[in-house]
């Protein structure tokens, strides 16, 4: 006899998981219920270094200040760097695993100052120009760059603003 003989396949779209007794739903689809669950390493434990992909150095809140903190004060770039290399080499003791964790870190920091230097330089711009060649502007990099990166959208921007100054002339 099946210990569970009423088993059911969670009917969110898509997924293969069983449902939980008495539910419709697995445990991964009922987060927004139940609350998010409690899984992972503890803090501290860089197990997850060994395997880059998954690996986050920082907190999520943590990356973002390091950002601001980028964008906002350039020269504390190289200092909070340092701090983060120190902060994971104290816990692991292995110069490798903290190449892997800054590898990590630079992959994931990047974007966000992408996108903070983008707002902020495409701020300053817009304040230099007339409101109708500014909204051109806005348009043309919104839709001619996914928003998925970031960093295209800062070169262009950055193209744009050098192409700028030749056609008022």
Known sequence: MPRNPNKTHCTYPGCRNWAMRGHTLCRAHRDAELGPRGAGAPAGNLNALKHGRHAHPLPPPDLENLALCT?????????????????????????????????????????????????????????????????????????????????????LLRTLKKQLPEQDN
């Not at 104290?90 to 100052?113: C, N």
């Not at 043309?140 to 970031?150: A, E, F, G, S, Y």
């Open 71 to 155: 964008v906002e004060q350039p020269a504390e770039f190289p200092l909070q760097l340092g701090r983060v290399a120190q902060s994971i080499q104290a816990r692991t003791g292995d110069p490798f695993a903290v190449l892997v964790a800054l590898h990590r870190l630079l992959s994931q920091l990047l974007p966000l100052v992408a996108t903070r230097l983008f707002e902020s330089e495409l701020h300053a711009l817009c304040q230099q120009l007339p409101p109708p060649l500014c909204a051109r502007i806005q348009t043309l990099i919104h839709h001619t760059i996914p928003r998925d990166r970031p960093a295209r959208k800062l070169l």
